[in-house]
T-cell receptor
Framework: EAQVTQNPRYLITVTGKKLTVTCSQNMNHEYMSWYRQDPGLGLRQIYY???????DKGDVPEGYKVSRKEKRNFPLILESPSPNQTSLYFCASSYRDLREQFFGPGTRLTVL | QKEVEQNSGPLSVPEGAIASLNCTYS??????FFWYRQYSGKSPELIMS????GDKEDGRFTAQLNKASQYVSLLIRDSQPSDSATYLC???????????FGTGTRLLVSP
């Protein structure tokens, strides 16, 4: 089954404790992206990747890191999480660019 | 002015009616637009994309683009309770690399 998977689905952590949210797709997609969704602010793009080893900032990259060492995986790293990073995070992928993105199920992160 | 603006709603329509969802954008150079549907507690899913002025129809959905007035609309004919969701308008920036979303319009279709 074609899908985008994210792990964990739910995470409660404390300020400053490094964490990684994994994202994996099995569709051989080149384009992958991370978004966060907050009430009243909608979906905002954090980082995106056009292909392996090619990543770039979206609109809200501060406090986040990404890497794209393999085509199927695009992990989101929070090296020192803060409460303002409490949010619902979505990973998405598409064949070549953002035109037909498939979204993962989301990761709800709470930073205390 | 926000890059992409939508009325948050909720927009309430009776079953069988036409639901009209609107989105305005600020960048006159925008060429392409996307409509995503997001059910409560679920992830967004792409339902329509439109790349040129005019209308594009797909089943009960019609996307209308008016570049002169800088708005794009989504019409849902014969609305069903299962159409109740939040509809997100999105506009690419920087070619097809970055995507900017509106905050979404919540649609409620009552039986």
């Amino acid at each position: 089954e074609a899908q985008v998977t994210q792990n964990p689905r739910y995470l409660i952590t404390v300020t400053g404790k490094k964490l990684t949210v994994t994202c994996s797709q099995n569709m051989n997609h080149e384009y992958m992206s991370w978004y966060r969704q907050d009430p009243g602010l909608g979906l905002r793009q954090i980082y995106y990747s056009m292909n392996v080893e090619v990543t770039d900032k979206g609109d809200v990259p501060e406090g986040y890191k990404v890497s794209r060492k393999e085509k199927r995986n695009f992990p989101l790293i929070l090296e020192s999480p803060s409460p303002n990073q409490t949010s619902l995070y979505f990973c998405a992928s598409s064949y070549r660019d953002l035109r037909e993105q498939f979204f993962g199920p989301g990761t709800r992160l709470t930073v205390l | 002015q926000k890059e992409v603006e939508q009325n948050s709603g909720p927009l309430s329509v009776p079953e069988g009616a036409i639901a009209s969802l609107n989105c305005t954008y600020s960048d006159r150079g925008s060429q392409s637009f996307f409509w995503y549907r997001q059910y409560s507690g679920k992830s967004p899913e792409l339902i329509m994309s439109i790349y040129s002025n005019g209308d594009k129809e797909d089943g009960r959905f019609t996307a209308q683009l008016n570049k002169a007035s800088q708005y794009v609309s989504l019409l849902i004919r014969d609305s069903q309770p299962s159409d109740s969701a939040t509809y997100l308008c999105a506009v690419p920036r920087g070619g097809f690399q970055k995507l900017v979303f509106g905050t979404g319009t919540r649609l409620l279709v009552s039986p």
